[in-house]
């Protein structure tokens, strides 16, 4: 892990994402709205409804399109890039003198304590909270970095990692939809332990008002959708849903509208930009959204048979039965804790049916 510092803006408590400020910077040098999305990496109805939302924050345009003529900076988007551009001059040399001086001191500890886990993980809010709170409990230091499932099993395939984590959907009445995952878990010394069981369905607006109950709707009403990455275990999941009931791919508007985690999917049907995603139910009950469950799915983490043997591994296999990492499973809706976390082979873990 490396350690960076940066600058950031605020309108009055509230910070502004440093992408808009970069893309504001790329219209500036570009004049084309698309073309500074393309440089940024923001979907062009995300980046236009951010920009929107700090306009209203700020009462005043920062953005203006002309028909013709692209995009371009009015006086104050120029001011606030003037302004950026100044800054990052006059403080980034002593910035990045800050930031290796605290990266020497990280490496130190870094490698006295070799106890230390680096976690690859598809985005899950108890994972999340168990990288957060082991360490404060006497457990090692987890690193948690966020990937899509088959990237996360294929960071550890190449040993970039310690503990991979995926989830395996559970269509009804069907055996769980593992094929894709195989190739990364077979012919290795791999174990498994079952983390939790998630419900995964359609995240709506608050109150349902488009009406949406069922995955023809998305289609039949047109609704705005807003998807998961390719490659992540959620669109994998999502894709053999649409598969399952005949519905293709381009009949969903916005099939190709991608966000990263399921709170962010959540977070853009909240801001009305989008009318329904697929996704966990905790992420729609963290936004104050509804929810319509489709199906079940189970998270599992995943490690080489030394990296299980390590203590650090140990001592997170025994937080997942211990009382206060339970309460947080069992108080995440939409979650179900195993019955429990033994160690399995691929074959142990996936002879039977999920529920």
């Known amino acids: 892990m490396k350690l960076s510092i940066g600058l950031r803006w605020l309108v009055d408590d509230v910070e ?39 306009e209203s924050m700020l009462g005043a345009r920062l953005v203006e399109l002309e028909r013709g003529r692209g995009a371009h900076l009015t006086g104050l988007g120029k001011q606030l890039v003037a302004c950026s551009r100044d800054l990052d001059a006059r403080l980034k040399a002593e910035l990045l ?14 490698h006295a304590s070799s106890d230390a886990l680096l976690v690859c993980a598809s985005h899950d809010f108890a994972l999340g909270r168990l990288a957060e709170l082991l360490p404060r409990r006497g457990g090692p230091a987890v ?18 990692c310690d503990i991979a984590g995926f ?43 488009a009406g949406i109950a069922a995955l023809a709707d998305l289609a039949r009403l047109q609704a705005r959708f807003v998807n998961r990455q ?6 994998l999941f999502f894709d053999a849903l649409l598969a399952s009931h005949r519905i293709r791919p381009a009949q969903i508007n916005g099939y190709r509208h991608e966000e990263f985690t399921h709170a962010a999917v959540a977070a853009m049907i909240a801001s009305g930009a989008a009318d329904a995603g697929f996704g966990i139910e905790a992420a729609a009950a963290q936004h104050g959204l509804s929810f319509v469950p489709l199906a079940s799915e189970r998270y599992f983490l995943v490690m080489r048979e030394n990296v299980a043997a390590r203590p ?15 309460r947080i499973v069992r108080a995440l809706p939409g979650y179900t804790e195993p019955a429990s976390v033994e160690l399995l082979s691929v074959q142990e873990a996936f002879v039977q049916p999920q529920p």
């Open 143 to 160: 690193e948690l970095r966020i990937q899509g499932s088959l990237d996360a099993l294929a960071t550890l395939a190449r040993r970039r």
């Open 167 to 209: 989830h395996v959907p559970a269509l009804p009445g069907r055996q769980p939809l593992i094929e894709p995952f195989l190739p990364l878990l077979r012919r290795r010394p791999l174990r498994l332990v079952r983390f939790a069981d998630r419900r995964q369905g359609l995240i709506v607006a608050s109150g349902n008002p």
């Open 312 to 326: 650090a591994a140990q001592m997170l296999l025994a937080a997942l039965s211990s009382r206060w990492f339970r």
């Open 16 to 54: 502004i994402d440093a992408r808009l400020i970069d893309l504001m910077c790329a219209i500036d040098e570009r004049g084309s709205l698309k073309q500074a999305i393309g440089r940024v990496g923001m979907s062009y109805r995300h980046a236009w409804e951010r920009l929107g939302r700090l």
């Open 97 to 110: 003198r800050a930031a290796r001086v605290v990266n020497r001191s990280y490496a130190r500890n870094a």
């Open 230 to 235: 390719a490659g992540s275990g959620t669109r």
